[in-house]
Structures are given as C-alpha cells and as structure tokens.
C-alpha cells in the first residue's frame, strides 16, 4: 500500500516572510498589475473582523495628478507618487449606515463603534501587506496621511461615516547596492520579553533594563546607516514631547465618528 505525499509545510516560508518585512521607499516605474491587487484585496478580506460586520474599506488612488498632491500632503514622501500603487486604507460605517436606513432603523455611534472600524481596518490592512509581500511587493505605510487629512478628504471626496486612517505605498522594490542609504533593512525589534509576559506586566525596573539592551542594538544599528549617537528611548522621547495631530478628533467627528 502506498502512502500519499503530504502536503507542503509552509510554516517556515511564512514566518520567514513576517521576519524579513522592511519598509520600501524605492521602488520602480513597474504599474501594479490589477489581477495582483485583487488576488491580494481578496486574501485580506479573510482577515479576522468583529462580528463580521467588515468594517474596513480600500481607496486605489489612481489619478497621477492626485498622487502628485498626496505625496506633498503627506509631507513630501516621494514614494506616494512613485510607487506602482498607492491605496488609501479606511474604516468605515457606511455600509452600516445604509443598511439601517432602509431597514428604517437607528445606527448607534460611540468611542467603541470607532475603535471597531480601526481595528478591522488595521486587521485587514496588515494581511493586505503580507499579501503582497508574498507576491513580492514591497509596501509603506503612510501614517502621513492624516497630518493634512482635511485636504486630503477634499480630494478624493470622501462621504460620510467613511474614516480615512493612512495610506499604503505597494510596489516592486527598486534594486539598491548594499551600501546605497535606501536599502531597506530589517530594523531591530525590541526583547521578546519586552512585550510577552506570563499573567502580568513587569516592574518598571524591569522594562527599563530591557529597553536599555533595545537601545543598545539600536545604537550599533543606527551608527551603520550614518546616524551614530542615535537610539531607540531617544526618538521615543522626542516624538511624544507634544501631542500629535491635534486637529484629529474634530476631523473624524465631522465625518460622523463619536468619540465619547
């Protein structure tokens, strides 16, 4: 009697394909192939969403001119423009708006009705990613987007109950020496310890001496890309010095969100 092959373990290639992710800021003139963006918009779509109720949608921004003025809305980041593709990433409640408008019903809103369209979003975004980078793309998120989110709602007529959150830059990486400054390079996480703990969170001692050992190998990493004296709490304290977009809870209101 013969025995049937077994399948393929994948395992591997998939955790060695989540432990090389870089983020690409080169990449080529190649456009993005359509039936790409859909093998790769449909695999997402199997990501995991509260209730099912999918609260997530996709906006390809297409239009050269638009790309154009994201890339300066997004605070001049060439690669909006130069990537094969460029996608806006929202969560939404639109869907769920009108549904309960025909059914003749009330649609609740409230700070957990928000989070719930960001986390299916993020969800959804982030198999998005590893999508295509399993197809051999390579991919940025924006966070930019939303420092100048008003105009960029302006642009690309945003309606109601739609909650634009960052964009995403997907392409094939431009081929870079190893010594270009561009190259993209796997950035040093912190300890697993630092972020996996049994039934408590540590003593602050404790996660001070971690994050010492992270700003460490974040120093050697950052003195090999031409940044010597640079570290990891550093940048940490220097971005969360003042608040950040503040502008943001009257944008999302305006768009039907309620914080409260």
Same mark, same amino acid.
């Given at each position: 009697m013969t025995t049937a092959p077994s399948a393929p373990d994948f395992s591997d290639q998939l955790l060695d394909l989540l432990a090389s992710h870089t983020s690409v800021r080169a990449f080529t003139e190649k456009p993005l192939d359509d039936a790409l963006v859909r093998r790769a918009v449909g695999a997402a779509q199997m990501a995991s969403t509260s209730s099912h109720v999918q609260a997530y949608s996709l906006i390809r921004v297409r239009s050269t001119s638009n790309r154009a003025e994201l890339a300066e809305l997004c605070?001049?980041? #060439?690669? =909006?423009? /130069?990537?094969?593709?460029?996608? =806006?990433?929202?969560?939404?409640?639109?869907? $769920?708006?009108?549904?309960? #408008? +025909?059914?003749? #019903? @009330?649609?609740? +809103? @409230?700070?957990? /009705?928000?989070l719930l369209t960001v986390i299916d979003a993020s969800l959804f975004a982030e198999k998005l990613c590893v999508a295509f980078e399993g197809l051999g793309q390579g991919i940025c998120y924006i966070g930019g987007l939303r420092t100048r989110l008003a105009e960029v709602d302006r642009l690309l007529d945003i309606p109601e109950h739609v909650y634009p959150l960052f964009g995403l830059c997907v392409g094939e990486p431009e081929p870079l020496d190893s010594d270009d400054p561009r190259k993209p390079v796997p950035k040093p996480r912190l300890p697993l310890e630092a972020v996996l703990f049994d039934d408590r969170y540590p003593s602050d001692a404790a996660m001070l001496r971690l994050m010492d050992e992270h700003d460490a190998k974040m120093e050697a $990493?950052? /003195?090999?890309?031409? +940044? *010597?004296? $640079? @570290?990891?709490? !550093? !940048? %940490? =304290?220097?971005?969360?010095? &003042? *608040?950040?977009?503040? #502008? %943001?809870?009257?944008?999302?209101?305006? &768009?039907?969100? +309620?914080?409260?």
């Open positions: 605070g001049g980041q #060439e690669q =909006v423009q /130069s990537a094969g593709g460029f996608f =806006v990433v929202c969560g939404e409640v639109r869907r $769920h708006a009108l549904a309960a #408008e +025909r059914a003749g #019903e @009330n649609m609740a +809103r @409230n700070l957990e /009705s928000f $990493h950052y /003195s090999e890309r031409g +940044r *010597p004296g $640079h @570290n990891w709490t !550093g !940048g %940490l =304290v220097r971005r969360m010095a &003042k *608040p950040l977009r503040e #502008e %943001l809870a009257a944008y999302y209101q305006s &768009k039907g969100a +309620r914080l409260e």
